[in-house]
C-alpha cells in the first residue's frame, strides 16, 4: 500500500508560479518511478511529467521548458515547480506510483490559472 498526498494548489493569474508537493507514505521502500498528472474539467487526465529514483525525468509535451520535477528520497517527497503558468494549465493535479496490477493516486489539488 502507498499513500500519496498532494499539496501547494492554488489560484494564480497567467505568467505566475507555483510549487506542488507530493508526500508518500506506507510501503515506499520500493517505488522506482513516481509522476503526476492533471485532469481539466471535462477532459481526460494527462500526464504531466514523471522521475525515476535514479533521477531521469520525463515531460509531457504541453509543459516542457516550464515545469519541472524533483524528489527529495530523504523525505519522501515529490515536488512540480511550474512556471510561465497557462490558463491551460488548470485543473487537478494528481500524484502518481504505478505499481504491477494497480496506480496508486492522490486525492489531487487543485490549480487554477487566471489570464
Known amino acids: 500500500q502507498v499513500q500519496l498526498v498532494e499539496s501547494g494548489g492554488g489560484s494564480v493569474q497567467a505568467g505566475g508560479s507555483l510549487r506542488l508537493s507530493c508526500v508518500a507514505s506506507?510501503?515506499?521502500?520500493?517505488?522506482?518511478?513516481i509522476g503526476w498528472y492533471r485532469q481539466a474539467p471535462g477532459k481526460q487526465r494527462e500526464f504531466v511529467a514523471h522521475?525515476?529514483?535514479?533521477?531521469?525525468?520525463n515531460y509531457g509535451d504541453s509543459v516542457k521548458g516550464r515545469f519541472t520535477i524533483s524528489r527529495d528520497n530523504a523525505k519522501n517527497t515529490l515536488y512540480l515547480q511550474m512556471n510561465s503558468l497557462k490558463p491551460e494549465d488548470t485543473g487537478v493535479y494528481y500524484c502518481?506510483?504505478?505499481?504491477?496490477?494497480?496506480?496508486?493516486w492522490g486525492q489531487g489539488t487543485q490549480v487554477t490559472v487566471s489570464s
Open positions: 502518481h506510483v504505478p505499481r504491477p496490477g494497480y496506480n496508486y
Open positions: 506506507g510501503s515506499i521502500f520500493s517505488i522506482n518511478l
Open positions: 522521475i525515476t529514483s535514479g533521477g531521469y525525468t
